[in-house]
């Protein structure tokens, strides 16, 4: 089993989201450089700059302003370059719409998260054995 060394990519507009989820990565022992943007426009710059490492996955909010989720979705699942980083949807949204939209879109998963700081170990735990403990092709 190989673990990766690539970034994991936050894009989470929320303070106090980006505090729970960076806690939580070091609750689990992921060791990954967490990188945070606060909207799809900020990701947009991050990804398309070569000098920098290309995430091992995004970890993506849907409500943001300037550029929301879906709106980054379309443009990296359309580029040759990103569309295979995996990207899962954390968000506090449950409209079935926002599902549908993205997985339409390519995602890998959809979580919603959760108000219990436990139940959110939980599920960063789960995408981290799913997705961050090798590296993808």
């Avoid at 990103?82 to 979580?111: C, H």
């Amino acid at each position: 089993m190989r673990v990766t060394n690539k970034p994991i990519l936050l894009v989470e507009d929320d303070q106090v989201d980006t505090m729970t989820v960076t806690r939580a990565l070091k609750e689990i022992h992921v060791t990954n450089k967490l990188v945070h943007v606060e909207n799809g426009e900020e990701a947009l710059d991050y990804l398309q700059d070569s000098t920098s490492d290309k995430p091992c996955i995004m970890l993506l909010d849907l409500n943001m302003p300037i550029m929301n989720g879906i709106e980054l979705l379309k443009v990296v699942k359309n580029d040759q370059q990103l569309k295979r980083i995996p990207v899962v949807v954390l968000t506090t949204s449950e409209e079935q719409q926002d599902k549908v939209n993205s997985f339409n879109l390519g995602i890998a998963g959809y979580m919603t998260k959760p108000v219990d700081y436990q139940k959110f170990v939980e599920i960063m735990r789960s995408i981290d054995a799913y997705w961050t403990i090798s590296e993808m092709p």
